[in-house]
């Protein structure tokens, strides 16, 4: 066995490209079991020491009717472990460019002593006048000089300059760049006079119940009876769901992503592994006939073959591992920035790592051992025969009848003959391929599903009103870029999930009788403008919770003061903004809005939108009317847009890094081809073909599994597609995204495919055959 | 149709440099039936490699059924290869993924000279001419060693060259089948064909119309022995 391992040692160290290729197949294998394992391992800790540190609360309600007594009241009841008021206003902010940003103000009880949803105060500067601390991720957008930060709130359209007082760092909150909110903290006091009388808004954290929304919202209705008791009323319960961040629907996406990135890595590598095993242990077959002849045992050579493969493991790992853990890391800093957490640095036990270790090495392992058996298993009769393959097989029988060109039948049987490697070849090549196209796909979809969404709007404009009188705002339709208008109303209401019988709250959207609302928009049902108790629903409501309702059944929905309103349910409504917490309902109404929160604005046919917000913004300011804010559609899809921006890029990236390792992978056994057809090449040489015309004879098998791996890539891209458009709709959106083809990345992908692999068997291959030629033939003759 | 003038060849190998072909000189008629002789090592293979343009000479002058073949470009030389030579190994060296009559369609369509229409009848007849005619969709694996040989010969006239080059043709079978492919190659000259049989055996039972012998890369041209 000894003599083995030196024979096989002496052969790397002659053919020291093909130790490192072997070497460098177990590292990728590696690299992707260790990257997933590692990167589990560290999200895992991070979220424990970031997110669970926050002490986060299981569910806030606001209180009408609010007293210090109504809080103490709370605090002592059974199912009631810690309660705090916390106070959430919307405003803008101007950022260094001097343009107004979304605002989000916390107002704490005591900054020193928050014992809910807890926040780091990184910095601290002492300031006698008015105060608020900045998220740190924020801190890039108020980069100015000034120690003094310029707001605005609903109501006023007064701004007011606090102090820039210091730097939070919350982890419980999407970083400032993703989400385009600057959010920050000031005490409750410093908000008193802009905050409604009166109400309050508390976080209320359990004790002894399960971290389920049903048991919050069992202890939330108890508390809303004690509440009522003590002579005010509840009039909003939030429930976020246990455990989990506020990106966690996308955080979700990107770990299943990440974990199928590891598992096609894992496959990379040991498919590439496979590929270079097969070509150190293909050319050995008549060395074994040979050694098996001198008197070796079949395993002294398993056992030999078995120690060369471990060290190739061993060196493989070496490489592997720390990659996997830098990429694991890398990826950790990603899901980290997401989530707004702090990465913790602190080094792993070196039982973990020795946990990956095994992780990684048991396949890469047990898939060389399968190799090596094969060989060792071979007779000396079969070794020393000169065909390595069976040529008679059923398939290639029938095939060969169904083609008419010899050298057509001669190619088709190559890849036959050498079956495992060709369906390997297809294998990497088809994942890469199908990767490649569903993360463009996927981008296509979500693009057109929102711009269908943005661009069905016929108001490209929206105003977040606080002054709700429509005849001050008659200026608005005299604007040269303005079409028309039109004031909308947003009502909070709960109904009765009919599968469930479970009350939910949510909103009901109302439009006056001149919106224009887009036919395309409306999936399910018309708009009858006529009928005042016509209801319709989101796709998601209509989905997960109206799954067998009628046109004209009833839906019945509550107001806080406990009316109950009949609706018939007349159709379903797509809209991109109404998914959250499970869907909104909408009205046509048969007469205007007197309030509104709300205005729409139609813009005259080719008025570029930021044009047109500017006039707006103008004439809002000279007229003197407050609102809370302006959004348009171009941004809003934008900013929806950029959310799945890290899922196609890695979607896309792992495609691109499969179809690279598949083409390496092409070249490998493209020198395997060669390498053992060495007499064919020879033979068909004597026959008077030319390098040339041996080298267009491989193009001819390299395109059919090219041909094939397309094919397949693109039947599979069309499955992933498929799957990660319901995945990512249903999380984040609540509804199913329409997968579509992006046709134009496809063709261009194959049109460079079919030249790359042109450009590398006709360079390659062909000096390749012409350089080895005279050896080749002299092997012949 | 067969003239080397003076032909040296010299092979780089790890025990040293080999002078395979020493000033050979040669020259075959067309419908020559010629039997080159010669013990391993002598040369005899390199002599073959220069003869069909598989290997170029190093000096001197090479002349096959009127090309110069030290003129010639790799690419020009395998399409005068295909037309003009056939040859049959020793090892038989049939593509073993492809049936018998596949192997001769094969080298039909690598060569491109022989009309689309005529490959599939032309492969048959040839077949037919071997003896094999019933075993055209036999993979080699399926074949004896006498019939491998016959259909290497049906694929080395596949394009019907006027060469027919044999390196060893017999040198794998008994003696009765070697009689038989003796008999068509003979049956081949009498055909027309110019044929060159390269063999360390004894040749006393063949039948040729001249000898060489080759003896450390030097060509001696024998006595015509009448065949």
């Known amino acids: 066995m000894r003599a083995i391992i030196k024979k096989l040692l002496r052969e790397f160290w002659v053919a020291k490209g093909k130790f490192i290729l072997c070497v460098l197949a177990a590292a990728v294998s590696g690299w992707g079991i260790s990257s997933v394992t590692y990167s589990y391992l560290m999200t895992e800790r991070d979220f424990h020491e970031n997110f669970d540190a926050t002490v986060p609360a299981h569910f806030s309600i606001t209180v009408d009717g609010y007293t210090e007594a109504v809080k103490e009241r709370i605090a002592r009841h059974e199912s009631v472990e810690t309660v705090e008021r916390r106070e959430m206003l919307g405003g803008r902010i101007k950022n260094n460019k001097d343009v107004w940003m979304s605002l989000v103000v916390f107002g704490v009880e005591d900054l020193n002593a928050l014992k809910l949803d807890q926040f780091k105060i990184t910095d601290r500067i002492a300031s006698e006048k008015h105060f608020i601390l900045i998220e740190q991720n924020a801190t890039d957008f108020l980069e100015y000089a000034s120690d003094t930060a310029v707001l605005q709130f609903p109501g006023s359209t007064e701004t007011v300059k606090v102090a820039k007082g210091g730097v939070v760092h919350d982890a419980r909150m999407a970083p400032a760049q993703m989400e385009q909110v600057v959010y920050s903290y000031t005490l409750i006091t410093e908000l008193d006079s802009l905050l409604p009388a009166g109400k309050a808004r508390l976080l209320i954290k359990t004790r002894n119940t399960e971290a389920t929304r049903e048991a919050y919202q069992e202890v939330a209705n108890r508390i809303t009876e004690l509440v009522k008791a003590q002579g005010a009323s509840v009039t909003e319960v939030v429930i976020p769901n246990p455990g989990e961040h506020m990106h966690q629907p996308i955080i979700d996406g990107i770990a299943f992503l990440q974990k199928s990135f590891g598992a096609i890595l894992t496959i990379l590598g040991i498919t590439l592994l496979s590929l270079i095993l097969l070509t150190w242990l293909l050319p050995q077959l008549i060395q074994v006939g040979v050694i098996k002849a001198l008197g070796a045992s079949t395993r002294q050579i398993y056992v030999g073959y078995l120690i060369v493969l471990l060290l190739i493991i061993a060196v493989g790992l070496s490489i592997g591992l720390p990659l996997g853990f830098k990429s694991a890391a890398l990826f950790n800093k990603f899901i980290a920035f997401l989530q707004n957490f702090t990465v913790i640095d602190e080094p792993f036990p070196i039982y973990t790592h020795g946990l990956v270790m095994l992780t990684a090495s048991v396949l890469p392992f047990l898939f060389g051992m399968m190799h090596i058996r094969r060989i060792a298993r071979i007779t000396v009769r079969e070794a020393l025969s000169t065909t390595f393959h069976s040529s008679s097989s059923g398939l290639i029988k029938y095939f060969q009848t169904i083609i008419h060109t010899a050298k057509l039948r001669y190619g088709m049987s190559n890849l036959f003959r050498s079956g495992i490697r060709t369906a390997l070849l297809v294998a990497l090549l088809s994942a890469g391929i199908a990767l490649f196209f569903t993360g463009s796909n996927l981008s296509y979809s979500f693009r057109t599903d929102f711009e269908s969404y943005y661009r069905a709007s016929r108001y490209a404009i929206t105003i977040g009103m606080t002054d709700t009188t429509s005849n001050r705002l008659a200026f608005l339709n005299q604007l040269p870029s303005v079409e028309s208008v039109a004031y909308l109303r947003t009502l909070r209401r709960s109904y009765t999930v009919p599968l469930t019988n479970k009350i939910k709250s949510t909103t009901i959207k109302q439009y006056p009788p001149d919106y224009d609302m887009n036919p395309s928009l409306v999936t399910e049902g018309r708009i009858d403008k006529t009928c005042a108790d016509c209801i319709f629903i989101h796709p998601a409501m209509r989905a997960a919770e109206f799954g067998s309702i009628q046109f004209g059944d009833t839906i019945s929905v509550t107001d806080k003061e406990g009316n109950v309103t009949k609706y018939r349910y007349s159709g379903v409504i797509r809209d991109m903004g109404g998914a959250h917490g499970g869907g909104s309902m909408y009205r046509f109404m048969t007469e205007q809005n007197k309030a509104f929160g709300q205005v729409a604005i139609r813009l005259k046919a080719g008025v570029p939108i930021p044009g047109a917000l500017l006039e707006i913004e103008k004439a809002l300011g000279e007229n003197n009317i407050k609102y809370s804010g302006i959004s348009n559609v171009e941004t809003l899809l934008e900013g929806a847009f950029n959310h799945f921006k890290p899922t196609y890029y890695l979607v896309q990236g792992l495609g691109l890094f499969t179809v690279t390792v598949a083409f390496l992978g092409m070249l490998i056994v493209l020198n395997l081809t060669i390498q053992e057809r060495t007499l064919e090449i020879g033979i068909m040489k004597a026959l008077g073909s030319s390098s040339k015309d041996i080298a267009n004879l491989l193009q001819m098998e390299f395109t059919m599994i090219t041909s094939v791996s397309i094919l397949l890539g693109f039947a599979l891209s069309i499955f992933f597609t498929g799957t990660l458009c319901e995945l990512y709709g249903e999380m984040v959106r609540g509804q199913r995204i329409p997968p579509l083809n992006n046709y134009t990345v496809i063709l261009i992908t194959i049109s460079l495919l079919m030249l790359a692999q042109l450009i590398l068997i006709i360079n390659y291959g062909n000096k390749r055959i012409q350089r080895t030629s005279n050896a080749l033939l002299n092997h012949i003759t | ?227």
């Open chain 2, 1 to 227: 149709m067969i003239r080397l003038e003076n032909v040296n060849k010299t092979y780089h190998t790890m025990g040293g440099q080999v002078h395979a072909l020493k000033d050979a000189s040669l020259s075959v008629e067309a419908g020559d039936n010629v039997v080159i002789i010669g013990k391993s090592g002598s040369g005899k293979s390199t002599l073959l490699n220069i003869i069909t343009g598989i290997d170029r000479a190093e000096s001197g002058q090479v002349i096959v059924n009127g090309s110069v073949l030290t003129q010639l470009n790799e690419s020009e030389l395998a399409i005068w290869r295909g037309k003009s030579i056939g040859i049959v190994f020793q090892f038989y060296q049939l593509l073993p993924t492809l049936s018998a009559a596949d192997n001769i369609l094969f080298a039909m369509e690598l060569v491109g000279s022989i009309p689309t229409g005529e490959r599939r009848a032309r492969a048959e007849n040839l077949l037919n001419q071997v003896g094999l005619a019933d075993k055209r969709k036999k993979y080699p694996n399926e074949l004896s060693g006498g019939e491998k040989q016959r259909v290497a010969i049906a694929r080395a006239l596949a394009n019907d060259p006027p060469i027919l080059v044999a390196d060893e043709p017999t040198g794998n079978l008994d003696s009765k089948t070697s009689d038989q492919i003796h008999q068509l190659f003979l049956d081949l000259n009498t055909a027309g064909k110019t044929i060159i049989k390269v063999t360390h055996e004894n040749i006393e039972h063949l039948r040729y119309n001249r000898v060489f012998s080759i003896t450390d890369g030097r060509i001696k041209d024998n006595l015509a022995h009448p065949a």
